[in-house]
Nanobody
Framework: QVQLVESGGGLVQPGGSLRLSCAAS????????MGWYRQAPGNQRESVAL???????DYADSVKGRFTISRDNAKNTVYLQMTSLKPEDTAVYYC??????????WGQGTQVTVSS
């Protein structure tokens, strides 16, 4: 069992930046997939940024060039650096890890609100 704990969310003005962190309770360095999803009110949960396999990254079109996903294997932590934030980025952000095809874990979510 792996627990994921997100941190770093909050209220930020448009154009601002935030860095989300996701700390795992176990070794996730060999995970199939790790990354971030988000869900805004009334919307389905969507993929934001993922690290796949050995290190390939995948970003939603809406965040390309603004968000950067990274990981620190020694700390079992995944990060999401968000810049040039827009009001439409407002959502609950969830950390996700797929350790094996059958073992998938979600964090509890952290709120990001972009508003003036």
């Amino acid at each position: 069992q792996v627990q994921l704990v997100e941190s770093g969310g909050g209220l930020v003005q448009p154009g601002g930046s935030l860095r989300l962190s996701c700390a795992a309770s176990g070794n996730i360095s060999t995970a199939y997939v790790m990354g971030w999803y988000r869900q805004a009110p009334g919307n389905q949960r969507e993929s934001v940024a993922l690290i796949i396999g050995g290190g390939t990254t995948d970003y939603a079109d809406s965040v390309k060039g603004r968000f950067t996903i990274s990981r620190d294997n020694a700390k079992n932590t995944v990060y999401l650096q968000m810049t040039s934030l827009k009001p439409e980025d407002t959502a609950v952000y969830y950390c996700y890890v797929k350790l094996t095809p059958r073992l998938r874990y979600w964090g509890q979510g952290t709120q990001v609100t972009v508003s003036s």
